[in-house]
């Protein structure tokens, strides 16, 4: 099976950075998502990384390491509308673009 | 805007009932997956299609079937519900060999 680990929690102050980390074993890869979840509502795309290095993308950013099977989402100038889970996932396969997720890290912004 | 539509936002089942979930997309896209999530489980893979009339098991399949007979519509049919089956359901779809998967906005399942 796959295997995608990411923290369950963090909380952090409105205005502060925020780097959610996102480790995976898996089968193979072709590329990572992150994607952000309101409570109640459908995911959003956030990033795709398939390459090593930084994709900035406005106050978020995404970074991959393939070598290391890393990735991480740094949230910056966090705004109270910023709480919400983030969802990394990977797609392990070559052929077919099946998404295996974590479990998801619930970000809570205090003011 | 891609739009992915469910028929409905919550359901209450009772054991043994079958159910139909339905999710429409109205962007064209070949391939359309469902996905239950569950707290501390994240989303699991249950099927997907690539094309009409064409499906295959993602990594939790037991207990559920699809049906796509039309591009734009892929069902979920629970043939005889169980508490287990308590959860939200997500449907997605996304472009022929594009990987980014656009949402619907769930179905959160109760069986009593």
């Known amino acids: 099976g796959q295997n995608i680990d990411q923290p369950t929690e963090m909380t952090a102050t409105e205005g502060a950075i925020v780097q959610i980390n996102c480790t995976y074993q898996?089968?193979?890869?072709?590329?990572l998502f992150w994607y952000q979840q309101h409570a109640g509502e459908a995911p959003t795309f956030l990033s795709y990384n398939v390459l090593d290095g930084l994709e900035e993308k406005g106050r978020f950013s995404s970074f991959l390491s393939r070598s290391k099977g890393y990735s991480y989402l740094l949230l910056k100038e966090l705004q109270m509308k910023d709480s919400a889970s983030y969802l990394c996932a990977v797609i392990p396969g070559t052929n077919d673009y099946k998404l295996s997720f974590g479990a998801g890290t619930t970000v809570t912004v205090r003011a | 805007d891609v739009k992915v539509t469910q028929s409905s936002r919550y359901l209450v089942k009772r054991t043994g009932e079958k159910v139909f979930l339905e999710c429409v997309q109205d962007?064209?896209?070949?391939?359309m997956f469902w996905y239950r999530q569950d707290p501390g489980l994240g989303l699991r893979l249950i099927y997907f299609s690539y094309d009409v009339k064409m499906k295959e098991k993602g990594d939790i399949p037991e207990g559920y079937s699809v049906s796509r007979e039309k591009k734009e519509r892929f069902s979920l049919i629970l043939e005889s519900a169980s508490t287990n089956q308590t959860s939200m359901y997500l449907c997605?779809?996304?472009?022929?060999?594009?990987?980014?998967?656009?949402f619907g906005p769930g179905t959160r399942l109760l069986v009593l």
């Open positions: 898996t089968s193979g890869f072709n590329g």
């Open positions: 997605a779809s996304s472009p022929q060999n594009q990987e980014t998967q656009y």
């Open positions: 962007m064209d896209h070949e391939n």
